[in-house]
């Protein structure tokens, strides 16, 4: 009997807040001149800073945010939108779309009180980083959630840090 041991190469998450919209694609871009960089991508960030008062005014925002992301992630791409009860108006968009929406009692597992903070722990997040990121997001940051290769991080990680510092 012969046996052979496989490697198997882990994904990781990394997540980095961002102010403007214009920083992700910065960043964006300089993945993309790596070409040998295969990641996952996504963005978490508010929908609406205010209260929105007719569903016509959150469909508008939120066909000029598919546009605007559009730009970013290509024409394929998952999005969609809840509303956190400690954050508000957020939206999802990206390879983890699916994860954030998935019903838990009619509700979306992120609209949920502790739903935030259980996918982030899920995705492998410390106590304190679920807390910053979750603080960004009520004032109006964005979370760009990279999934990926441990080689391909590092490679990136370095762009991440660039960008914020610009």
Partial sequence: MFSKEHKITQKLFIISTYKRVSQIEVVLKNIAQNDNTPVQLSILGPLASDKISAKKELEKIIADKKQQLS???????????????????????GHLT??????????????????????????????????????????????????????????????LEFVKLS
């Fill in 98 to 159: 699916p994860t954030f929406l998935t019903k838990v009692d009619d509700r979306e597992l992120a609209s949920l009180p502790a739903g935030l903070s259980g996918i982030f722990r899920g995705l492998g997040i410390n106590k304190e980083d679920i807390h910053r990121y979750v603080t960004e997001l009520k004032n109006d940051s964005y979370c760009l959630i990279i999934r990926g290769e441990s080689s391909a991080l590092k490679i990136i990680k370095p762009l």
């Fill in 71 to 93: 730009n970013l992630l290509g024409k394929e791409y998952q999005f969609g939108y809840f509303n956190n009860p400690e954050i508000g108006s957020l939206f999802i968009a």
